[in-house]
């Protein structure tokens, strides 16, 4: 399963799981959806957090390729 499905999953499970302990006046229940609803949480902040962080390191694998590409045309333009 993939982390983006896991992660609602997880959220949505939890939300189930946190008012059915609610309903049946069950904290074990109720502090796992919460835990469960947590992790799904975090797992979506990772997945935007790593897509991010790969836009970025394109972003600037771009430049460094633009830049390089500029330099080479400068010193051909030179000679």
């Not at 993939?2 to 939300?15: A, C, F, H, L, Q």
């Amino acid at each position: 399963m993939n982390d983006s499905i896991k992660s609602k999953t997880d959220k949505v499970v939890g939300t189930i799981k946190e008012n059915i302990g609610k309903a049946m006046d069950s904290e074990q229940m109720e502090l796992s959806g919460k835990l469960q609803n947590l992790a799904g949480e975090a797992r979506g902040k990772v997945e935007e957090t790593m897509g991010k962080s790969v836009q970025i390191s394109e972003d600037i694998k771009e430049s460094i390729a633009d830049k390089a590409n500029d330099l080479i045309d400068s010193v051909r333009r030179k000679n």
